[in-house]
């Protein structure tokens, strides 16, 4: 089974630029997150979605930012415009359980392999 | 606010011996722990994970710790094998709350 898909894996862009990223998460599963890390915050969580709503946006550092998720296979986080503190490495995670709820009790969240922005 | 603390950015560890990583929250109202393991240019994996009622988890090499009134984790691999040489995130979580909340990361490097 392809695990959480995300591209693109490098992405080079002039501040002001708009970027935007992709993820296909795993098949059947209904938690989406959109995570971003740097060496200075370590890994913040931005937003994420149940079921294609999203839940918790408080995340999201600026109106900058927004993400969508019009089917249950595909998620895209957009910044317009870019700026050079938005470069970093963003991940996308998706997790599912039985009974639509999301168990803490087990936690496991699926990673790509993550797309690295740099805003010159 | 920090709320889950992993303060030793490194820790090397001689292949064969035990590592243990080291985690501290300050939120008693988590109840579940996790930690994660990642390798460069890769997304964070699962690796084992712990609930507030228990003390002690184990799987296969790795043996995660709780102490509930110190508000300590800790993750013991033994023994270290140089695959492990990566960055350990520690997590937490309550159980009303969907949010994982993370620590900074340790980064293992396993010394042959």
């Known amino acids: 089974d392809a695990g959480v898909i995300q591209s693109p894996r490098h992405e080079v862009t002039e501040m002001g630029q708009e970027v935007t990223l992709r993820c296909k998460p795993i098949?059947?599963?209904?938690?989406l997150f959109w995570y971003r890390q740097t060496m200075m915050r370590g890994l913040e969580l931005l937003i994420y979605?149940?079921?294609?709503?999203?839940?918790?946006d408080s995340g999201m550092p600026e109106d900058r930012f927004s993400a969508k998720m019009p089917n249950a296979s595909f998620s895209t986080l957009k910044i317009q415009p870019s700026e050079p503190r938005d470069s970093a490495v963003y991940f996308c995670?998706?997790?599912?359980?039985?009974?639509?709820?999301?168990?803490?009790?087990?936690?496991?969240?699926?990673f790509g392999e993550g797309s690295r922005l740099t805003v010159l | 606010d920090q709320q889950v603390k992993q303060n030793s950015p490194s820790l090397s560890v001689q292949e064969g011996r035990i590592s243990i990583l080291n985690c501290d929250y300050t939120?008693?109202?988590?109840?579940?722990f996790l930690w994660y393991k990642k390798y460069p240019a890769e997304g964070p994996t699962f690796l084992i994970s712990i609930s507030s009622i228990k003390d002690k988890n184990e799987d296969g090499r790795f043996t995660v710790f709780l102490n509930k009134s110190a508000k300590h984790l800790s993750l013991h691999i033994v023994p270290s094998q140089p695959g492990d040489s990566a960055v350990y995130f520690c997590a937490a979580s309550m159980d009303s709350n969907y949010q994982l909340i993370w620590g900074a990361g340790t980064k293992l490097i396993i010394k042959p």
């Open positions: 098949s059947g599963h209904d938690y």
């Open positions: 995670a998706s997790s599912g359980l039985a009974g639509g709820g999301y168990n803490a009790n087990t936690g496991e969240l699926f």
């Open positions: 979605f149940n079921n294609n709503v999203p839940i918790d």
């Open positions: 939120n008693s109202m988590f109840d579940y």
